[in-house]
């Protein structure tokens, strides 16, 4: 239990399906992460968020839309979807962005197959 | 560009030792991690080094080398619970972490 909760852990989507991934940490931090990891390839900054601001979008198609209600909350709307997104996306927190020598936590991630 | 190498796979048996190396070329240096990942797991932090030299946790070490752009992650009395995968990420003048593709460990009895 890393503190970092993510739902749903696995999902599949057709390509015209709308879905969410959601990302709930229970640490008191102030910044959240969307990572993508895919197989044998280094994790994938999506986006961050410090304080409910967005604060890093890494060149991410549109199709894919995060969304922080508040600093505990972290959600990632999936819409017209790839079959190269396929991939296990992994919610993280920090107490602080930047993170500086602290310690990020992750979530164990949602495992996404778009069909 | 940045860029962070280690070993795709490695190979140990139950009991030994192994050492995971990581190089890294990043525009600035403010730290280096080593994070664990169990198939299906989240990743978890293990270390964190920022000076050179040899930090040692219960059965693990993680070394730092900063002019030779170097660090490795030591496994000691290697248990099968050790089978993951190992990270390496470092944190460049931006306070941007750079991931490496992560190492492989598999261990045999």
């Known amino acids: 239990e890393t503190g970092v909760t993510q739902t749903p852990r696995h999902l599949v989507m057709g390509m015209t399906n709308k879905k969410s991934l959601k990302c709930e940490q229970h640490?008191?931090?102030?910044?959240m992460y969307w990572y993508k990891q895919s197989a044998k390839k280094p994790l994938e900054l999506m986006f961050v968020y410090s304080l409910e601001e967005r604060v890093e979008n890494n060149s991410v198609p549109s199709r894919f839309s995060p969304e922080c209600p508040n600093s505990s909350h972290l959600f990632l709307h999936l819409h017209t979807l790839q079959p190269e997104d396929s991939a296990l996306y992994l919610c993280?927190?920090?107490?602080?962005?930047?993170?500086?020598?602290?310690?990020?936590?992750f979530g164990e991630g949602s495992w996404l197959t778009v069909v | 560009g940045q860029n962070i190498d280690q070993p795709t796979e490695m190979t140990a048996t139950e009991g030994a030792i192994v050492q995971i190396n990581c190089t890294y070329q990043?525009?600035?240096?403010?730290?280096l991690f080593w994070y664990q990942q169990h198939a299906g797991e989240a990743p978890t932090f293990l270390s964190y080094n920022v000076l050179d030299g040899l930090e040692e946790k219960g059965r693990f070490s993680s070394f730092l080398s900063r002019s030779k752009g170097y660090s490795y992650l030591l496994l000691k009395e290697l248990q099968m619970k050790d089978s993951a995968s190992y990270l390496c990420a470092v944190m460049d003048s931006n306070y941007q972490l750079i991931w490496g593709a992560g190492t492989k460990l598999i261990i045999k009895p």
């Open positions: 993280a927190s920090s107490p602080q962005f930047p993170s500086s020598g602290n310690t990020i936590y």
């Open positions: 990043t525009s600035g240096f403010n730290g």
């Open positions: 640490l008191g931090h102030n910044a």
